[in-house]
């Protein structure tokens, strides 16, 4: 651990119905800038759940966490936090039904400072590079499975985040949208310098990652995590 | 992206759920600007016809409610009255609201001093005016000639007596459009009310001040009691009709109001529970809850717009059938005033939206990662 990660947490626990379910039990981890993270373990295992915790959406029973060295703890307003830091992408996509491509990609710069005119304009650079210029107007139903999550993914960068959170990207994907939207977080990696912690089954995607760190039953295999 | 097209989409979503929502919006509203209308419509109508008569002030009974005083003999409070300083000229009125021709529709008719200033303001379309206090014929206004189907020539018959009909005129007040107008002598012989009136229409003097009408009010208490003088506003405000007409119409307000309030307060929350997996997404994503709360205030606010904008629609259009109808036809000017109608719809969209808090609420409140798991 040291002060120069993006990223830690000391200790990190989250239990249930009093203690009698631990999803998380003493967890340690750091992720420096721009490293890619991939988070691997049996379903079941706390994958998630330390994802959420890393993202500001759930609170820690017990533990610390830190973004460059500041505690989440002293953060006035966690959702700023995630507005401005943090990308989120998710298995099954989450686009919101009734918004079209473009206005999916803007929903996470609502709340962010700046001319509408242009958070408009870097959508529409994102989507050109994801590939999706031409499904701007279009509705998510419309949209294939490799698609929705491209569109997922040019909303996790809209803010320019520092750290992409990535609960199984791919994992509602073939093989071939799959290696896709790999390549397209690894580009934007490149591009912007920014993290990734990615939850993944697949050996694929995990065999792309800087370090593999190993969940079983809520702690950490300090044994498996490894460089792949 | 804007709120405002995020919260549209979302009321597409479900559009007979919102397409019910504003209707039952809309629907409480036209009852409220329909009976509202209608309300200060009668007000309206009786205090228009007051003014152009030329009426200043009106000696009747003290503490009459009815639309029309009780009948008094006039001749020796009129005599009173004329002889006060300011009076210019002091006329009788008797009115009362009878059947016309056997199951004909019921019409004010009015009884008027013969030659008195109370003629002045009418215009005559057709015929003549009767002669005189001697003359058994009535002047039927423009809306009462349609309603009865009556022209010159055709008579009326009023409790008993056969009128012949020898003229039409219109006035700047409904209400003596759809009246039926003779002599007094002729009104008191025809309701079996000699020698009385209903009120009496004071005229001043020009230039009279508002100290002329208080000295005038405080001499008619003095000199007759039980009589009390009043302006028209002052007579129509204190009937018994108005007020209850206009108790309604708050009810209405009280009532629609509040059912619009619970039935968006139902849709919205319905639909944040739905969507919560949504709203989850959006807090996950960086949303303030205060964002949250916008987005969904501003749905329960545009179905309360939409809804109210379509009710005065309706109210409109019902208020104008009302009106139309065959009882109410001539008596009644439903009032619309836009200060009143957009009252109305910002007292629709603070409800829509006090409806929309709690659900508003609950969706902010939401914890990100749990709603995110919500099937």
Known sequence: MTDASLLRATNLALHFDGGRTRALDGVDLAVAEGEFVAIVGPSGCGKSSLLNLLGALDTPTAGERYFRAQPYAAMADLAEFRRRHVGFVFQSFHLIPTLNVLDNVLVPSVDTPGAAAAHRARAHTLLERLGLAAR????????????????????????????????????????????????????????????????????????????????????????????? | MTLFAYALGNLRRRPARSALTVAAVAIGVAAVVALTAIAWGFEASWQKANEARGTDLIVTRLASTNAMPSPFAAEQPQRIVAAYPQVRAVVGLLSEMLGVDAGGPPVFV????????????????????????????????????????????????????????????????????????????????????????????????????????????????ADLPGFVAITSGELVGQNTVVRVAKA????????????????????????????????????????????????????????????????????????????????????????????????????????????????????????????????
């Not at chain 1, 959170?165 to 093989?175: I, K, N, Q, V, W």
């Not at chain 2, 015929?127 to 009462?144: H, K, L, S």
């Not at chain 2, 709203?279 to 969904?296: F, Q």
């Open chain 1, 136 to 228: 701007a107007g279009h509705f998510p139903a419309t949209l294939s499975g490799g698609e929705r999550q491209r569109v997922a993914i040019a909303r996790a960068l809209i803010n320019d985040p520092d750290l992409i959170l990535a609960d199984e990207p791919t994992g509602s994907l073939d093989s071939a949208n799959a290696a896709q939207v790999l390549d397209l977080i690894a580009a934007a990696r490149r591009e912007r310098g920014l993290a990734v912690v990615m939850v993944t089954h697949d050996t694929h995607v995990s065999a792309r990652a800087d370090r593999l760190v190993r969940l079983r039953d809520g702690k950490l295999d300090a044994a498996a995590e490894a460089r792949p």
């Open chain 2, 110 to 221: 009015f009884g008027w001093a013969h030659g008195s200033f109370l003629w002045d303001h009418l215009a005559l379309k057709e015929g003549r005016w009767p002669a005189d206090d001697a003359e058994a014929a009535v002047a039927i206004g423009v809306v009462a000639a349609a309603l009865l189907k009556k022209q010159i020539g055709d008579t009326l018959e009023i409790e008993g007596r056969r009128l012949p009909v020898v003229g039409v005129f219109e006035s700047p007040a409904v209400i003596e459009n759809g009246a039926v107008l003779m002599t007094l002598a002729q009104a008191q012989q025809t309701t079996d009310k000699p020698g009385k009136v209903n009120v009496l229409n004071v005229k001043l003097g020009n230039g009279a001040t508002a100290a002329d009408v208080a000295d005038f009010k405080t001499r008619v208490r």
């Open chain 2, 248 to 375: 309604m119409s708050n009810a209405t307000i009280l009532i629609a109001g509040l059912v619009g309030a619970l039935m968006v307060f139902n849709t919205m929350l319905m639909s944040v529970n739905e969507r919560t997996r949504e709203i989850g997404l959006l807090l996950a994503l960086g949303w303030r809850r205060r964002t949250v709360m916008r987005l969904v205030c501003g749905e329960a606010a545009l179905l309360t717009l939409a809804g109210g904008l379509l009710g005065i629609g309706a109210g409109v259009a019902l208020a104008g059938g009302l009106e139309h109808l065959e009882l109410l036809r001539g008596k009644i000017d439903a009032v619309f005033s836009l200060p009143f109608c957009g009252a109305v719809l910002l007292l629709a969209t603070l409800l829509g939206v006090g409806g929309g808090l709690y659900p508003a609420l609950k969706a902010a409140r939401l914890a990100p990662s749990q709603a995110l798991r919500q099937e």
